[in-house]
């Protein structure tokens, strides 16, 4: 009788850890999906900022005398700041997921390059 107790309290155990796995993945799955979606915004972003310095024909931001023009640089400029600290946010909580895990991260080549990755937004 205690060996059957021991088993079902085992198995409690095991369902519960499966379950927090469960969770853990759905959860990294969830921010994986996150970082590829702030990834093409600040692609996009990018893009705009490329258009938008065209436009300005090389001048400096400060010579830039339409007011139209140099409040929509300020507001990418801004976009493009706030697109990068989610970046840097988003790519650490999966780095600290996987890390927190337990899973053998080391010895995953795709896991060990997202959690020692360096930042590709640079900045």
């Given at each position: 009788?205690?060996?059957?107790?021991?088993?079902?309290?085992?198995?409690?155990?095991?369902?519960k850890l499966s379950t927090q796995i469960k969770k853990g993945k759905q959860e990294l799955r969830q921010i994986e999906i996150e970082n590829i979606n702030i990834g093409?915004?600040?692609?996009?972003?990018?893009?705009?900022?490329?258009?938008?310095?065209?436009?300005a024909n090389n001048q400096r931001k400060e010579d830039i005398?339409?007011?139209?023009l140099r409040q929509q640089l300020d507001e990418l400029e801004a976009e493009m700041?706030?697109?990068?600290q989610k970046w840097r946010v988003m790519k650490a909580t999966a780095s600290a997921a996987i890390v927190g895990s337990g899973v053998d991260w080391a010895r995953d080549p795709q896991l060990l390059k997202v959690v020692l990755d360096e930042d590709e937004m640079g900045g």
């Open positions: 009788m205690p060996l059957i107790h021991k088993r079902d309290a085992s198995s409690i155990a095991v369902t093409r915004e600040n692609a996009q972003l990018a893009a705009q900022m490329i258009a938008l310095a065209a436009e005398t339409d007011p139209k700041k706030l697109s990068r």
